[in-house]
């Protein structure tokens, strides 16, 4: 059972678009904890801080889109 429910939480945290850690890194803080936030938050307000999240999630992945760093001219 412990193997299920670690297996399902690494897998989205691989595929949960980092949103969590990266705010973490940004606050010092665990990703555990800022899961929890979003969680706790999402419960309390209906639903409304998991659109908060995905909007997050499509924010950090439109940066990423726009700032990598290429090797070179021809990498465009």
Known sequence: M?????????YFE?????????????????????????IYAS??????WFVVYLVLAFWLKLKD???TKRTSVFDL
């Open 43 to 48: 419960f309390f307000t209906l639903g409304s």
């Open 65 to 67: 889109l726009v700032y």
């Open 2 to 10: 412990t193997k299920m429910v670690h297996n399902i939480r690494y």
């Open 14 to 38: 691989r595929r949960g678009f980092y949103v969590s850690s990266r705010v973490a890194d940004k606050l010092g803080m665990r990703a555990k904890s800022v899961r929890l936030f979003f």
